[in-house]
């Protein structure tokens, strides 16, 4: 006869597998080793004994640390590589031959998947799995308990067994409600975890829960400060919804549709740091207002309607799609008001906390403005000699002239977008949220572009913003986010905190800045899994 605990011990590591697979990114590999497990253990446990020599359970223990020491030694220590080995682990322990140690032994591999499956989705599916998965486990450890005890007694006979651990059919004893308390409390947790918290609901009630990180966390930043190496962790919370539509209020969203939200203008930098000019000028207190920047309103084909989520941590900025022409606020929304018409930002001077919706009409990229046939290139530089080295050699590839002074003004498109198309993919860079300290020795520009070559979205702007000053383009560093998760049945973009992103505006000729984005593999970056 199988054991209860059997059947529930690979129940618990069938539900825990299919949670990791189903909700991870990379749970291929789980998924695809869940039918061997139960499998192997079913076989295991009828036949009592192993089907696989002890020589055989080594060798294939010995590969699996192998593998995964070198997928270790590759992309470092990834919540992902632990869970496949410890899937691979269950495959070999589930030809072992049947005993209450090794049903032990899988229990703790199937929470660890759980685990791994919270640590990388909080969605209302992993939820869900949840819940189904806490009364299993604990249900399978006392049977297990149980079973053990009663092989381990030496009361083997039935009759003696009921007298000794007795029995109810009410259905009401203190295991029945011990079960019935587990369930609710699981069910409470996993609503608020799973499916509150997620979408910002709850969040200041829950004193930050909603956001489970550690360290530092992507996010909007007003400002850049290079050097500072550490693990960056990605945080999901939502913090805006955003329509995006046209002149007759049709919607131009849609999945695979990305656009840039841009939010600071960063334009002087020093010892590593990107920091806003100083042209801002305060507005005085409003009760509601609409801001005009020029007067090419008749031009505006793109309007944005930006809802706001609780407990957004972005201080008062106002963002928009470049170029932006008008903003308009609410009604009873009252604030100093801090206004650029240089760089075309709004902001509140202390937060934007109260304000729940406002509406932004933008040009679009193609459309001529501001164009003074007369005026000349600004003047512009970067003071690095390394830098403009590497840019003048990386040009003269490409047959460009690196001299501002001998280079004509239309060529200054052309030579953003070569310096752009290096960094994104022909000059060696990758992409990384686990950053190294400087050198404090070079300028952490030139330390990406010379030592590590591997960063995060604010060293691929700040290196092509660079670069382009150092041969004379005027260029500036802008913080913002992404739109690239988009909701087809609200007809919104979905903006979390892990979309906060960087790229650079180039002055490609006199009054016209157009948007570059030198981060590789864009398109996967910063852009998560629709969630349930």
């Not at 020589?55 to 869970?83: F, M």
């Not at 840039?260 to 806003?276: C, Q």
Request: glycine letters at 10%; one cysteine or more; proline letters at 5%.
């Amino acid at each position: 006869m199988i054991p209860r605990a059997a059947w529930l011990t690979v129940a618990s590591l069938a539900v825990s597998m299919l949670a990791y697979g189903m909700t991870a990114d990379d749970g291929g590999l789980v998924l695809l080793l869940l039918p061997i497990v139960v499998a192997g253990r079913t076989l295991s446990v009828r036949s009592d004994g192993a089907f696989l020599p002890p020589w055989a359970v080594g060798s294939l223990t010995l590969v699996a640390v192998i593998y995964a020491a070198l997928r270790v030694l590759d992309q470092g220590p990834e919540i992902g590589i632990l869970a496949d080995f410890v899937a691979m682990l269950a495959v070999i322990k589930s030809a072992e031959r049947w005993s209450a140690r090794e049903d032990g032994q899988l229990l703790m591999v199937s929470i660890f998947l759980m685990l791994a499956s919270a640590i990388s989705s909080n969605s209302l599916r992993t939820g869900m799995f949840f819940i189904v998965y806490v009364p299993l486990l604990g249900y399978a450890s006392m049977v297990l308990q149980i079973d053990t005890v009663r092989s381990l007694g030496g009361h083997r006979d039935r009759k003696r067994s009921r007298e000794l651990v007795g029995t109810r059919t009410d259905g009401a004893g203190p295991l029945a409600w011990t079960f019935a308390g587990a369930l609710v409390l699981v069910v409470s947790i996993s609503v608020v975890a799973f499916v509150l918290l997620p979408r910002g609901i709850g969040g200041d009630a829950f004193n930050g829960l909603s956001r489970p990180v550690i360290g530092r966390a992507t996010g909007f930043r007003s400002s850049i400060e290079l050097g500072r190496g550490g693990l960056i962790s990605t945080d999901q919370h939502v913090v805006m919804e955003v329509e995006v539509r046209d002149t007759e209020g049709k919607s131009i969203g849609a999945s695979g549709r990305m656009g840039h939200l841009r939010g600071t203008v960063l334009t002087r930098y020093a010892d590593g740091r990107w920091a806003p000019g100083a042209n801002r000028t305060p507005s005085p207190q409003l009760v509601a207002g609409t801001f005009f920047f020029s007067s090419f309103m008749n031009n505006a084909q793109i309007q944005q309607v930006i809802h706001l989520m609780p407990g957004a941590s972005d201080g008062g900025v106002l963002f928009s799609i470049w170029e932006p022409v008008q903003f308009q606020l609410g009604k009873g929304v009252s604030g100093e008001i801090v206004k650029d018409d240089d760089v075309r930002t709004v902001q509140f001077a202390a937060s934007k906390e109260g304000l729940t919706t406002y509406s932004v009409w933008s040009v679009p990229p193609d459309v001529q403005t501001r164009v003074d046939s007369n005026a000349r290139r600004t003047p512009v530089t970067f003071p690095n000699t390394t830098i403009r080295e590497i840019t003048e050699r990386m040009l003269a590839d490409t047959g460009l002239n690196a001299d501002p002074a001998a280079r004509p003004i239309a060529e200054d498109a052309e030579v953003a977008t070569v310096i752009q198309n290096w960094l994104r993919t022909g000059g060696g860079f990758s992409y990384t949220l686990d950053i190294l300290d400087a050198d404090p020795r070079l300028d952490p520009i030139e330390w990406f572009l010379t030592v590590s070559k591997s960063g995060h979205c604010e060293y691929f702007a700040s290196a092509m913003a660079a670069m382009c000053r150092s041969v004379g383009i005027n260029s500036r560093v802008i913080t913002g986010y992404i739109l690239g998760e988009y909701d087809p049945e609200k007809e919104r973009y979905i903006v979390r905190r892990s979309n906060a992103h960087a790229w650079v505006e180039v002055e490609v000729a006199p009054g016209q800045w157009r948007e570059f984005d030198p981060t590789p593999n864009l398109s996967t970056l910063h852009v998560p899994r629709a969630q349930n």
